[in-house]
């Protein structure tokens, strides 16, 4: 009798976790760009990590090393889940970056353009909703 108590609240918590889980995908999926953007997120060959909030977000280096900058949203588009921000870093140095999030919004490919010229491409995977190292 107190093995099937247990085997049943295995199995309770079990569907918990997945169900669970299968509503956090649910909901990163239904966000707006400009909300996606917000959060930790690891750059796919693993440096830098970018902690985004609403108007700004500090770069991580691997060496530990930080750099806090702040942005404004150009442009963007729920529809091509892509975002166009202007980033301002502390040394007055001004560039754009093109934003193109996955269709679940739990990767995206960032292109930094500098006076209109594509300068460089890297991809980034969500992490967490940390907005700060």
């Known amino acids: 009798m107190k093995r099937n108590k ?5 199995l309770i918590a ?3 976790i997945l169900i669970g889980g ?6 990163r999926g239904s966000l707006t760009v400009d909300k996606a953007l917000i959060g930790h997120w690891i750059n796919s060959n693993g440096t830098p990590d970018y902690y985004f909030s609403a108007t700004g977000f500090t770069k991580v280096q691997k060496d530990g090393s930080t750099t806090n900058m702040t942005y404004t949203v150009l442009k963007s588009n729920d529809t091509d ?9 502390p040394t007055s140095v001004v560039q754009d970056e093109d934003i193109k999030f996955s ?3 739990k990767s995206m490919t960032e292109t930094v353009t500098i006076l209109g010229v594509n ?3 890297a991809n980034y995977n969500y992490v967490d909703s940390k907005t700060k190292p």
């Open 119 to 121: 300068m460089s491409e």
């Open 81 to 89: 889940n892509t975002i166009s921000i202007r980033v301002s870093y």
């Open 103 to 105: 269709t679940d919004k």
């Open 14 to 16: 079990i569907c918990a």
């Open 22 to 27: 299968c509503s956090l995908n649910t909901q």
């Open 6 to 10: 247990i085997f049943i609240f295995m």
